[in-house]
């Protein structure tokens, strides 16, 4: 069923906590913005972000009353900054660059990945020191991690070997290993509501073909 109809590039659609609306980024002026849908009616809300700058791969909170998102604005970097979803001034959250931001169940903690550097970060969520948690993930697999009740989850993607997919305790800061994929993966990584599932995207196969087409003479 299709959700939306913007007639524009849009994406990273996140479900509400209730399950009622979905979050996404959507480029319909010259830069992204962040819209939501009510899915009993499909009516679709601006939220209240930087105009003038790119604002993309939004998340909820796990009360449902913010938005994450990230945007460049003020610069080409990108920092994370979350949103009253009613209405208001966002509020930036990462002082240094950030990317993908997710919440901890038990909202005290904001975890996010970079756009250009290797790590999975996190900052308390109403500001404070900023920790680096895992430095082995690299930058290209922004879109591949998750967050669990105790636990952060993450793909591993390295040249010439299999792909894994990994848990990080972050109380601990032990690191164990979980799967072996025997396919590549692709973006997409999460977690279900229990943290007895994930849900993550495979590439099964690249085609290339080889076509005859006719020169006119």
Do not use: C
């Not at 994406?11 to 830069?31: A, I, M, Y």
């Not at 999975?120 to 290209?140: C, K, N, Q």
């Not at 879109?143 to 989850?153: F, L, Q």
């Amino acid at each position: 069923m299709q959700v939306t109809r913007l007639e524009r590039f849009t994406g990273s659609p996140r479900w509400s906590p209730d399950g009622r609306h979905l979050v996404f980024d959507s480029r319909r002026e010259q830069h992204s913005g962040i819209y939501t849908v009510d899915l009993s009616d499909g009516l679709v809300t601006s939220i209240s972000t930087f105009p003038e700058s790119d604002n993309v791969v939004p998340s909820w909170s796990h009360d449902g009353q913010w938005i994450y998102f990230a945007s460049n604005h003020g610069g080409k970097t990108f920092h994370v900054w979350k949103v009253p979803l009613t209405g208001g001034a966002p509020v930036q959250v990462s002082q240094g660059s950030g990317f993908a931001a997710l919440e901890s169940f038990n909202g005290k903690y904001v975890y996010y990945a970079k756009l250009s550097e290797p790590g999975i970060w996190r900052v308390p969520r109403d500001g404070g020191t900023e920790t680096s948690l895992l430095a082995e993930h690299g930058p290209d697999n922004w879109g591949n991690w998750a967050v669990g009740t105790d636990a952060i989850y993450f793909i591993t993607s390295e040249r010439g070997d299999k792909s894994r997919i990994l848990r990080l305790d972050v109380r601990t800061r032990r690191l164990s290993q979980i799967s072996v994929l025997q396919r590549p993966a692709f973006y997409g990584l999460t977690i279900s509501a229990d943290a007895k599932s994930m849900i993550y995207s495979q590439r099964d196969r690249d085609e290339h073909d080889v076509v005859i087409t006719r020169l006119l003479p």
